[in-house]
């Protein structure tokens, strides 16, 4: 079986492709991997380690004044 160039090549490769950051690049790989199949993920089980999309943090705001008038 071949052998996986590695994560940042792919993300290097991508982001030469299609013309975009590197940062937009390991998005794309990021979510491609997450959607990788079974039979992907056995026969690279680093793939298994990409984890969620990262929720931003919740900021506090001010709460709107709910009282009737």
Sequence with gaps: MKKHP???AVQNKIAKKQGVSKKAAGAILAAS????????KKKNPRLKRVSGPK???IVNRPAADTRQK
């Excluded at 991997?33 to 992907?40: C, D, F, K």
Aim: hydrophobic residues 35%; charged residues 30%; positive net charge.
């Design 33 to 40: 991997s997450r959607g990788a199949s079974a039979e992907a």
């Design 55 to 57: 929720k931003a943090p």
């Design 6 to 8: 590695g994560f940042k």
